[in-house]
């Protein structure tokens, strides 16, 4: 089998392209989020409601700077695996 570079380059733009269209299309949910009216804790209550806003905007950049979220959003396999053994 032949490697060609030129294939593997324009994968790997693809690829950035996506992934540029995903942080651009979160970016855009959490704006709209932060605008709305309705959120997980309402914005009224000043102190408190105030709060999941900061934690969706620091969600946005802890995923822009490393581009994955947080391993606490992510499944976790070890316990279901030590329940089968």
Do not use: H, N
């Amino acid at each position: 089998m032949v490697y060609d570079a030129s294939i593997c380059g324009e994968r790997r733009a693809q690829l950035r392209d996506i992934m540029d269209f995903r942080k651009a299309v979160i970016g855009i949910l959490t704006l709209l989020y932060i605008i709305s009216p309705y959120d997980i804790i309402p914005d009224f209550i000043i102190p408190v409601g105030w709060l999941d806003d900061l934690g969706v905007i620091g969600l946005l950049i802890y995923y822009f700077k490393k581009g994955k979220l947080p391993r606490i959003f992510s499944r976790r396999k070890e316990s279901s695996e030590k329940k089968d053994a």
